[in-house]
């Protein structure tokens, strides 16, 4: 079993739906979680961390459930420029991306 | 803006050659540095951690005697791919990490990578 694992996508959506991705952890100790976007040929960005309260930044918001080692990541309202790839990263003491999740949005 | 500056951002060259890639921190000090390598379509794969001053940790598969790191100062960190070969072409990215990541809930700050293309 890989140690982050996320949807595969890709995600086709129009402009203005609300899509969300999933990911799953296989480390229970893992301590930390982010979510990254990566634009094709750059390096990622961070986009948000993940807090076991969940929480929101905009038309963006994480949940945490640690029982289920499952983190997810949902945008509202999605724009044009939200088209990237998202990338699920655990921390257990060493960073562990998922292979990311490929998102385009269409007018 | 940026607190990683990673350079060269693209190389071409032959194969046989050795390609130095370097990474700074800008703002901080980066007691530790990472190095990443990107194959198209697949997510970062960790090739190797270094911590300022002494011997990087290679992850298991990845060839120390290829893969030459450096991290003499607090703010810079080289990669060396010696005598390159196509199989090596791919996207490399560094990223740094400061005292802080003791509280291990600090993200990482990512250099711009570099694409290595080896003919």
């Known amino acids: 079993r890989k140690e982050v694992e996320q949807d595969p996508g890709p995600f086709n959506v129009p402009e203005g739906a609300t899509v969300a991705f999933n990911c799953t952890y296989s480390?229970?100790?893992?301590?930390?979680f982010f979510w990254y976007r990566q634009d094709c040929r750059k390096e990622p960005k961070l986009l948000m961390s993940?807090?076991?309260s969940g929480n929101e930044d905009g038309r963006f918001t994480a949940q945490l459930n640690r029982a289920s080692q499952y983190i997810s990541l949902l945008i509202r309202d999605s724009k044009l420029s939200d088209s990237a790839t998202y990338l699920c990263?655990?921390?257990?003491?060493?960073?562990?991306f998922g292979a990311g999740t490929r998102l385009t949005v269409k007018p | 803006g940026a607190v990683v500056s990673q350079h060269p951002s693209w190389v071409i060259c032959k194969s046989g050659t050795s390609v130095k890639i370097e990474c700074r921190s800008l703002?901080?000090?980066?007691?530790?540095m990472f190095w990443y390598r990107q194959f198209p379509k697949q997510s970062l794969m960790l090739m190797a951690t270094?911590?300022?001053?002494?011997?990087?940790?290679?992850e298991q598969g990845v060839e120390k005697d290829k893969f030459l790191i450096n991290h003499a100062s607090l703010t810079l960190s080289t990669l060396t791919v010696t005598s390159a070969h196509p199989e090596d072409s791919s996207f490399y990215i560094c990223?740094?990490?400061?005292?802080?990541?003791?509280?291990?809930?600090?993200?990482?700050?990512f250099g711009d990578g570099t694409r290595l293309s080896i003919l």
């Open positions: 990223s740094a990490a400061g005292h802080l990541r003791a509280i291990i809930n600090q993200p990482q700050h």
């Open positions: 480390n229970s100790a893992s301590q930390s």
């Open positions: 993940v807090y076991s």
């Open positions: 990263v655990v921390n257990d003491n060493d960073m562990r």
């Open positions: 703002d901080f000090q980066a007691t530790t």
């Open positions: 270094s911590n300022e001053g002494s011997k990087a940790t290679y």
